[in-house]
């Protein structure tokens, strides 16, 4: 397993910094929020420590680093930011908290729920207050490793990704705490397939990656509607429902998003749901319905504290494949 980057600030003068603090006026849980930012233990651009978050990101106003920690005793964040995107990433802090996410109307709609999994979820609720739906607004940043999850296990995905911004991303701005920046669009949409092959990525999702970059510029969070946005997804080349509902949930913030065809989702719902130890797709979306527009919640719900079927015969094998 690749280690995890460096987070304690080294000694030296200090980067040109941009700095805040907000009051928090509700319940936050900060992992349960913006966890969806870190793509495994080892990513390079995004890193949770408790009540810390690092993250390296490129933004329209060129590359940022944006440093949050919750200091739970004054109930408040505190907010740092480096770089030319510094202003951006600031300016973001209020969506990527879920800071304005509805969690009342959540609350309303399970109150005398009588559906299968109702009671699960209601408890599961009351348990987590401060999970909050977090709108990152870096499409194409949760695109680019979506893409590298598609038809593998985690694992392997979490390790191209890995490499990919090791070798073709750059060192992410302000303290030296071993983050880089994810590489842009542009150079994803240049760089020839074959490069692909070392972190472990055939030509189909070399291709597919190449071809979204190369659209990136249609596929910028707040250009237009959050719906239009995914449809304009689903007109890509290897983006299927699946990758669309991977990126909505954590670029996009949306509560309803669900990844329908995904390896252990629809198995773990039906276990938390019904004791069944397997679940299909069509019955996933069935468990789900009645908890629509609120079906992404529940999902990170059950997947962040519901009861896991047991593991019967052998794991999946990891790759051959040589990840650098």
Known sequence: MAPAPVLSSPPGPPAAVLRDERRLEVPLHLAA??????????????ALRGDELWWATNTPLGPATLHLE???TSASVRVRAWGSGAPWVIDQVPELLGLGDDVDAFTAHLTGLRVAGAELVRDLHRRSPGLRMSRSGAVVEALVPSILEQKVIGADARASYRGLVRRHGTAAPGPDLGLRTPPTPEQLARLPYWAY??????????DTVARACRAAHRLQAGTCADAELQRRLLTLPGVGPWTVAEVSRVALGDPDAVSVGDYHLAHRVAFAFLGERRGTDDQLLELLEPFRPHRQRVVRLVERAAPTPPRRGPRLERSRLRTL
């Open 70 to 72: 919750v200091r739970r």
């Open 197 to 206: 092959h070392p972190l472990g990525v055939e030509r189909r999702r070399a």
């Open 33 to 46: 929020t913006v966890g969806g930012l870190v793509r495994g233990r080892g990513d390079l651009a995004a």
